[in-house]
């Protein structure tokens, strides 16, 4: 079974450029989340998709990320404008639905470095 | 206020001995859930372990074990007979069930390295 893909695992840009990372979930699975992880924190969520509605965007800082989830499947989040505070590992999950006892699946992460 | 504390930034276990990670939790939905996940220098996350705040024994999965203690809110990670390749970041992690959106909280981790 394939894992959850994510690309690129690494992009570096200047502040006020704009960025866009993409997300395969494990096939099937409803539940679809972005973390970011800032070095020596741990992920802290900043959006959760079931099928290919919004659950939780409530730590979305929405005046400089989007993030969409076509068709239920794949999915992107986008940074515009960049700040250098959004250097930070951004990793997507996956989960067969949201309920209490399924673990959720991560993929390898992209590290952004904003310069 | 934090769900999940983890008090330990780093702990250090000789090679073949066992060693317990910390995590406690706070929330007052009666329906969670708590995970474990193992981050290595490669930065995946990888699921260890589960234990739902509705089952009467610890979890086991091989040298894992989860030490819960529901009324502490304490859910503590035991790794038996520790190996080189043990040397991670650690992550303790709740999902509730009957509250928000079924978010899963992490805590700040705990490093652990496995001395020779």
């Known amino acids: 079974e394939a894992g959850v893909a994510q690309s690129p695992r690494y992009k570096i840009i200047e502040k006020r450029q704009s960025v866009a990372f993409w997300c395969n979930p494990i096939?099937?699975?409803?539940?679809l989340y972005w973390y970011q992880q800032i070095l020596g924190q741990g992920p802290k969520l900043l959006i959760q998709?079931?099928?290919?509605?919004?659950?939780?965007d409530s730590q979305l800082p929405k005046d400089r990320f989007s993030a969409e989830r076509l068709k239920g499947v794949d999915s992107t989040l986008k940074i515009q404008p960049a700040k250098l505070e959004d250097s930070a590992v951004y990793l997507c999950?996956?989960?067969?639905?949201?309920?209490?006892?399924?673990?959720?699946?991560f993929g390898q992460g992209t590290r952004l470095t904003v310069v | 206020a934090q769900k999940i504390t983890q008090t330990q930034p780093g702990m250090f276990v000789q090679e073949k001995e066992a060693v317990t990670l910390d995590c406690t939790y706070d929330?007052?939905?009666?329906?969670?859930?708590l995970f474990w996940y193992k981050q290595p220098s490669s930065g995946e996350m990888i699921f260890l372990i589960y234990?739902?705040?509705?089952?009467?024994q610890n979890a086991t999965e091989g040298r894992y074990s989860l030490n819960f203690q529901k009324a502490r809110k304490s859910a503590n990670l035991v790794i038996s007979a520790s190996q080189l390749g043990d040397s991670a970041m650690y992550f303790c992690?709740?999902?509730?069930?009957?509250?928000?959106?079924?978010?899963?909280?992490f805590g700040t981790g705990t490093r652990l390295t496995v001395i020779p």
């Open positions: 999950a996956s989960s067969w639905d949201g309920t209490v006892n399924t673990e959720a699946f």
């Open positions: 992690a709740m999902r509730e069930g009957q509250t928000g959106a079924n978010n899963l909280f």
């Open positions: 929330t007052s939905d009666p329906s969670y859930g």
């Open positions: 234990q739902g705040s509705y089952d009467q």
């Open positions: 096939s099937g699975h409803a539940t």
């Open positions: 998709f079931q099928n290919n509605g919004v659950v939780d």
